[in-house]
């Protein structure tokens, strides 16, 4: 049981560069969500997925699209990529009305 | 103003010292409390929830006030272990069985030997 896994780890981009992120949960859990992380700004929310089928906007949606493929994976890209893009992104899941949620280790993206 | 504000800190504080942590929320329709925590460059993890009736779970105290907005993090007899940051985090729901968690930026202990 692997929880939440996010490909690839680390990724540099030049800027207007195009990328996907991966993330998958083999907890069956409903819920998916995309984060990023900056120095002194805590986590916000890009996007999430209430449940397999439906995606929603989250606090900085803006320059990223995201794909819930099927239950299990949740993508995020980055079209053309910004170095404003420089940040860890965090992928999050949760079981059908629950407050936890369960993170994967992260993907490290720098944008040049 | 942001959502959920907390000192930044860092706080330095040798083992065995108690440190206290303080978070402020600004929805009030927020419904849910918790505190994560996060190593350095990894993953936040849950720590614990937190209720009005105040809850513990070993040297961690986890309080909440509605009425001021306020939440706080109390850590007793401090272990070298315990050196992270920790994250006020508050939820509320989205729709469709799925909750939105806002997190403060964190405050960053370390435990000195």
């Known amino acids: 049981n692997a929880g939440v896994t996010q490909t690839p780890k680390f990724q540099v981009l030049k800027t207007g560069q195009s990328m996907t992120l991966q993330c998958a949960q083999d907890?069956?859990?409903?819920?998916m969500y995309w984060y990023r992380q900056d120095p002194g700004m805590g986590l916000r929310l890009i996007y999430y997925?209430?449940?397999?089928?439906?995606?929603d906007k989250g606090e900085v949606p803006n320059g990223y699209n995201v794909s819930r493929l099927n239950k299990r994976e949740f993508s995020l890209r980055l079209e053309s990529a910004a170095p404003s893009q420089t940040s860890v992104y965090f992928c999050?899941?949760?079981?059908?009305?629950?407050?936890?949620?369960?993170f994967g280790p992260g993907t490290r993206l720098t944008v040049t | 103003r942001k959502e959920v504000e907390q000192d930044p800190g860092p706080f330095n504080v040798p083992e065995g010292a108690t440190v206290a942590f303080n978070c402020t929320y600004s929805?009030?329709?927020?419904?849910?409390f918790f505190w994560y925590r996060q190593d350095c460059r990894k993953e936040p993890k849950l720590l614990m929830s937190v209720y009005s009736s105040g809850n513990e779970d070993g040297r961690f105290t986890a309080q909440l006030n509605r009425a001021s907005q306020y939440i706080s993090l109390l850590i007793r007899d401090s272990k070298l272990s315990d050196s992270a940051t920790y994250l006020c985090v508050v939820s509320a729901y989205s729709g469709a069985g799925s909750y939105q968690l806002t997190f403060g930026k964190g405050t960053k202990l370390s435990v000195i030997p």
């Open positions: 999050a899941s949760s079981e059908f009305r629950s407050y936890e949620q369960y």
């Open positions: 997925s209430a449940s397999e089928g439906t995606t």
């Open positions: 929805n009030s329709a927020s419904q849910s």
């Open positions: 907890m069956n859990h409903n819920s």
